[in-house]
C-alpha cells in the first residue's frame, strides 16, 4: 500500500485541520494507521493511531482530546481532524500503516513498514 498525507497548513493558534492520509494500492481496511510527527530538532513522535481489527483509537498524551483519528473504508483514507491547536503542534505530521501490528506496539515507529510523505503543520501564535 502507499499512502499519501495532505491538508497541512498555516494556521493561528486556536484554529482547527483536518489532515487526510489516502491509501492506494490496497485497501486500507487491512491497516492499522498511525500519524506521527516530528518538529525541527526534535524526535519523532506518536500522535494517534486506529487498529485494523477492532478499530480503536489511541492518542499520545498530548493530545488531551483536542485531535481525532477515524477512517473511511469507502474512500480508502484515514483522517486526523485536529482542533485547539497550538504553536507546540508545529512539526511535519506523518501517516505510516502496517498489518501486522500488535496493540502493545501501535506507539513505536519501528512497527509500522509503509510511510506516506509528510504534510507540514504551522501554528502561530
Known amino acids: 500500500v502507499q499512502l499519501q498525507a495532505s491538508g497541512g497548513g498555516l494556521v493561528q493558534a486556536g484554529a482547527s485541520l483536518r489532515l487526510s492520509c489516502a491509501a492506494s494500492?490496497?485497501?486500507?481496511?487491512?491497516?492499522?494507521v498511525g500519524w506521527f510527527r516530528q518538529a525541527p530538532g526534535k524526535e519523532r513522535e506518536f500522535v494517534a493511531a486506529?487498529?485494523?481489527?477492532?478499530?480503536?483509537?489511541y492518542y499520545a498524551d498530548f493530545v488531551e482530546g483536542r485531535f481525532t483519528i477515524a477512517k473511511d473504508n469507502a474512500k480508502n483514507t484515514v483522517y486526523l481532524q485536529m482542533s485547539g491547536l497550538k504553536p507546540e503542534d508545529t512539526a511535519v505530521y506523518s501517516c505510516?500503516?502496517?498489518?501486522?501490528?500488535?496493540?502493545?506496539?501501535?506507539?513505536?515507529?519501528?512497527?509500522?513498514?509503509?510511510w506516506g510523505q509528510g504534510t507540514q503543520v504551522t501554528v502561530s501564535s
Open positions: 505510516a500503516g502496517s498489518s501486522s501490528l500488535i496493540t502493545s506496539s501501535i506507539r513505536d515507529p519501528r512497527q509500522y513498514y509503509c
Open positions: 486506529i487498529k485494523s481489527s477492532s478499530g480503536s483509537t
Open positions: 494500492g490496497a485497501p486500507i481496511r487491512r491497516y492499522s
